[in-house]
């Protein structure tokens, strides 16, 4: 009898930012590859199939979409994103950006059948914007071109069966220091606990409610606070981090 297919699972993490010219125009992201490693380890414990990318230029990043659109999947796909960000847009270590509706675009049915059908879920780790009350003593996921917030286009084109979620409301920063994000760590420890049976929708409320309660800034700019949200067009609740735990493997 035939195992089921793996879920697969995309982490992309940059933390290291350079133009074209060489140019240092986005500041470095300290603490966002540990959390990623965590992120993919956990993943990986959960029995999906992890492929972990660290600084990855604009066009690297649309290839890779592009990959999965030929492989072999199983009963869910994941992508994790932690970059600088605006409203819509994520940045390439490059410091080019790319559009979500880009990526969205590329994992429609039209241009990847073989996902229609299979829950997408995609966490995204970046500012949507500038905005904050007060900050912390930390790099905001910020990038310094400007783009006019367009939301509800990015909502509408989200491909068929996707969870999108994001760090932050539409127009805000996302937090980040050298022990990682408010956003990412609330989601580790979900997948780490047993909150990780809970429905997808019930799990990111979960995330939302650790975020909004739980998290604040300290330092400079105490007290400021970070709201995630999610936009769904799933027609079905799913369980897509139930399985056990798999113990990890000693290192050799």
Sequence with gaps: MSQPRQSRALVIVNTNFCSSDGD???GIRKGAKGEAEKLSRILSRLNYKVKLMHNKTAKEIEDLYQQECCREHGEYFVSIISSHGEEGVIFGCDSEPVKLSRIFQILSSEKCPVLTEIPKIFFIQACRGK?????????????????EPDCLSDCLSIP?????MFACSPGYVAFLNSFGSMFLQALLKVLE?????????????????????????????????????????????????????????DAV
């Design 193 to 249: 606990g047993e909150e990780r049976h809970l429905a997808l929708n019930r799990l990111m409320t979960r995330i939302n409610w650790k975020v909004a309660f739980l998290c604040q800034a300290r330092g400079t700019y105490e007290g400021c606070k970070e709201m995630p949200c999610f936009v769904t067009n799933l027609l079905q609740e799913v369980f897509p981090f139930s399985a056990p735990i798999a113990e990890e493997a």
């Design 160 to 164: 068929p069966q996707t969870v999108v």
């Design 24 to 26: 240092v125009v986005l």
């Design 131 to 147: 905005e904050f009350d007060q900050g912390v003593v930390v790099e905001c996921d910020s990038g310094e071109p400007e783009y």
